[in-house]
Protein backbone atom coordinates (compact mmCIF):
# COMPACT_ATOMS: atom_id res chain seq x y z
CA UNK A 1 0.00 0.00 0.00
CA UNK A 2 1.24 3.67 -1.46
CA UNK A 3 -0.30 6.85 -1.36
CA UNK A 4 0.27 10.22 -1.75
CA UNK A 5 -1.13 13.12 0.59
CA UNK A 6 -1.18 16.79 -0.50
CA UNK A 7 -1.56 19.21 1.77
CA UNK A 8 -1.34 23.33 1.71
CA UNK A 9 -4.08 24.30 -0.83
CA UNK A 10 -6.19 27.06 -0.44
CA UNK A 11 -7.54 30.50 -1.17
CA UNK A 12 -5.00 33.28 -2.08
CA UNK A 13 -4.89 36.79 -3.91
CA UNK A 14 -2.88 37.41 -6.51
CA UNK A 15 0.79 38.06 -6.12
CA UNK A 16 0.99 35.66 -2.55
CA UNK A 17 2.30 32.67 -1.96
CA UNK A 18 1.54 29.09 -1.20
CA UNK A 19 3.83 26.45 -0.23
CA UNK A 20 2.42 22.54 -0.72
CA UNK A 21 3.49 19.26 0.51
CA UNK A 22 2.88 15.61 -0.98
CA UNK A 23 3.91 12.85 1.89
CA UNK A 24 4.25 9.51 0.99
CA UNK A 25 2.80 7.20 3.19
CA UNK A 26 3.24 3.13 3.63
CA UNK A 27 5.69 0.71 3.07
CA UNK A 28 8.43 3.03 1.72
CA UNK A 29 11.91 2.24 0.42
CA UNK A 30 12.38 5.22 -1.64
CA UNK A 31 10.98 7.57 -3.97
CA UNK A 32 13.10 7.95 -7.71
CA UNK A 33 11.62 10.35 -9.98
CA UNK A 34 8.24 13.16 -8.23
CA UNK A 35 6.35 15.80 -10.12
CA UNK A 36 3.71 18.30 -9.36
CA UNK A 37 0.49 18.21 -12.23
CA UNK A 38 -2.15 20.54 -12.22
CA UNK A 39 -5.60 20.41 -13.91
CA UNK A 40 -7.02 23.93 -14.45
CA UNK A 41 -10.82 23.45 -15.07
CA UNK A 42 -11.98 22.30 -18.58
CA UNK A 43 -8.11 21.87 -19.29
CA UNK A 44 -6.44 18.60 -19.70
CA UNK A 45 -3.83 17.90 -16.74
CA UNK A 46 -0.50 19.53 -17.31
CA UNK A 47 3.05 18.99 -16.16
CA UNK A 48 3.90 21.75 -13.19
CA UNK A 49 7.27 20.43 -12.46
CA UNK A 50 9.53 17.41 -12.33
CA UNK A 51 12.34 16.63 -10.08
CA UNK A 52 15.12 13.78 -10.29
CA UNK A 53 17.76 14.17 -8.48
CA UNK A 54 18.99 17.53 -7.95
CA UNK A 55 17.37 17.80 -11.97
CA UNK A 56 14.48 20.37 -12.06
CA UNK A 57 12.30 20.90 -14.97
CA UNK A 58 9.02 23.48 -14.81
CA UNK A 59 5.96 23.96 -17.49
CA UNK A 60 6.30 27.07 -19.26
CA UNK A 61 3.43 28.40 -17.75
CA UNK A 62 5.27 28.47 -14.24
CA UNK A 63 8.94 29.05 -15.02
CA UNK A 64 10.65 31.11 -12.74
CA UNK A 65 7.57 31.52 -10.27
CA UNK A 66 7.47 28.05 -8.92
CA UNK A 67 9.86 25.91 -7.38
CA UNK A 68 10.32 22.14 -6.42
CA UNK A 69 12.32 19.88 -3.68
CA UNK A 70 11.97 17.15 -1.69
CA UNK A 71 12.74 16.04 2.09
CA UNK A 72 14.21 12.09 1.49
CA UNK A 73 14.44 11.83 5.17
CA UNK A 74 10.62 12.21 6.02
CA UNK A 75 9.64 11.12 1.86
CA UNK A 76 7.63 14.54 1.18
CA UNK A 77 8.09 16.85 -1.76
CA UNK A 78 6.78 20.44 -1.75
CA UNK A 79 6.41 23.40 -4.56
CA UNK A 80 6.91 26.25 -3.34
CA UNK A 81 4.75 28.85 -5.69
CA UNK A 82 5.55 32.25 -5.52
CA UNK A 83 3.74 35.47 -7.35
CA UNK A 84 0.30 33.41 -7.80
CA UNK A 85 -1.95 34.69 -10.26
CA UNK A 86 -5.36 33.67 -11.17
CA UNK A 87 -4.34 31.77 -14.54
CA UNK A 88 -2.88 29.18 -11.34
CA UNK A 89 -5.75 28.21 -10.56
CA UNK A 90 -6.24 24.37 -10.47
CA UNK A 91 -6.52 21.12 -8.51
CA UNK A 92 -2.52 19.79 -8.23
CA UNK A 93 -1.80 16.92 -7.77
CA UNK A 94 1.22 15.12 -6.52
CA UNK A 95 3.14 12.47 -8.45
CA UNK A 96 6.15 10.32 -7.46
CA UNK A 97 7.78 7.06 -8.79
CA UNK A 98 7.69 5.13 -5.40
CA UNK A 99 9.67 1.67 -4.27
CA UNK A 100 8.86 -0.40 -1.17
CA UNK A 101 11.40 -1.82 0.77
CA UNK A 102 10.88 -5.00 -0.99
CA UNK A 103 11.30 -2.97 -4.08
CA UNK A 104 7.83 -3.13 -5.75
CA UNK A 105 6.96 0.07 -7.89
CA UNK A 106 4.12 2.03 -8.13
CA UNK A 107 3.87 5.04 -10.05
CA UNK A 108 1.65 6.78 -7.17
CA UNK A 109 -0.82 9.77 -7.74
CA UNK A 110 -2.24 11.94 -4.94
CA UNK A 111 -5.61 12.76 -5.00
CA UNK A 112 -5.51 16.76 -5.66
CA UNK A 113 -5.81 19.22 -4.06
CA UNK A 114 -7.30 23.38 -4.76
CA UNK A 115 -5.43 26.25 -5.36
CA UNK A 116 -7.84 29.36 -6.08
CA UNK A 117 -6.01 32.70 -6.63
CA UNK A 118 -8.09 35.68 -6.84
CA UNK A 119 -8.01 38.76 -8.50
Known amino acids: QVQLVESGGGLVQAGGSLKLSCVAIGNIGSINGMGWYRQIPGQQRELVATMRGDDRNYGDSVKDRFAVSRDNADNTMFLQMNNLKPDDTAVYYC??????????????WGRGIQVTVSS
Open 95 to 108: NAEVYSKDWAFTNA
